[in-house]
């Protein structure tokens, strides 16, 4: 019982600070608004780690959220085929398509980051972003 009730308070902190993090970005939502002109990368410090932080406009997060919320569903339906015992390549055309919709978002958000993030810093002369985009490609064609 132990073991369960380290994963509860596991569980419970994890949501705690999923929570913390939502109330920032609505106070920074707020304040900032989804305008699209208003869109800004900001830095953070959590810790020794700079992170960044990006408000996106109110239609860009909605499509990048939907699309998210499809995969989840498309995980659970994987999960319910798993438990109901599918034929092995069911399952696997089924990965497959899941697969394909996070390649697909990640196209769709690394082009937002392109038309936004990295041509912003470009103008504001922060030749690095281009470095670091580079690295970004590299780790996702891994």
């Known amino acids: ?71 989840e569903g498309q995980v659970r339906g994987v999960e319910g085929m798993l438990e109901e015992g599918a034929y092995c390549t069911d399952i696997l055309i089924q990965v497959s398509a899941i697969n394909s919709a996070l390649n697909s978002f990640n196209k769709v958000l690394l082009n937002n980051h392109l038309k936004s993030c990295v041509c912003d810093e470009i103008r504001k002369g922060n030749d690095e972003i281009v470095d670091e985009l580079s690295a970004t490609i590299q780790k996702l064609m891994k």
Do not use: C, P, W
């Not at 705690?16 to 939502?29: H, I, M, T």
């Not at 900001?42 to 810790?47: D, H, I, K, S």
């Open 1 to 71: 019982m132990v073991k369960g009730e380290d994963m509860a308070k596991k569980k419970k902190k994890n949501e705690e600070k999923k929570q913390e993090k939502a109330e920032l970005l609505k106070v920074k939502k707020t304040e900032k608004g989804f305008d699209a002109d208003k869109i800004s990368e900001e830095a953070a410090v959590e810790g020794d780690t700079a992170v960044k932080h990006k408000l996106r406009d109110e239609s860009e997060y909605k499509d990048l959220m939907n699309r998210l919320k499809r995969i």
